[in-house]
């Protein structure tokens, strides 16, 4: 199977920063894409950026232009940097990916357990 953790969620004043990160672990073979998606309370999970492996990206409108993603395959961690953080960008983040494993020629989703961001003064 497939463990991913996220890290580097937080508090943080509107303005400020946050970079997330997403490490995979377990008997993995290979990963395509890779992504964060977000919850706010009372809201539907959403997409916030994927990133290809072969890097490319797309984001939401929300975010573009102020989170970049990013992924280190050889450690098979994805990461968001977050900028100019608003109080609407508050949700748990979720990161996703979609693997095979070792001896399964199928390819699978697995998701992290989420992490708190909350953007606040």
């Known amino acids: 199977q497939v463990q991913l953790v996220e890290s580097g969620g937080g508090l943080v004043q509107p303005g400020g920063s946050l970079r997330l990160s997403c490490a995979a672990s377990g008997s993995i073979f290979s990963i395509s894409g890779m992504g964060w998606y977000r919850q706010a309370p009372g809201k539907q999970r959403e997409l916030v950026a994927v990133?290809?492996?072969?890097?490319?990206?797309n984001y939401a409108d929300s975010v573009k232009g102020r989170f970049t993603i990013s992924r280190d395959n050889p450690k098979n961690t994805v990461y968001l940097q977050m900028n100019s953080l608003k109080p609407e960008d508050t949700a748990v983040y979720y990161c996703?990916?979609?693997?095979?494993?070792?001896?399964?020629?199928?390819?699978?989703?697995?998701w992290g357990q989420g992490t708190q961001v909350t953007v606040s003064s």
């Open positions: 996703t990916g979609r693997f095979r494993l070792w001896r399964d020629p199928n390819e699978n989703d697995y």
């Open positions: 990133i290809s492996s072969s890097g490319i990206t």
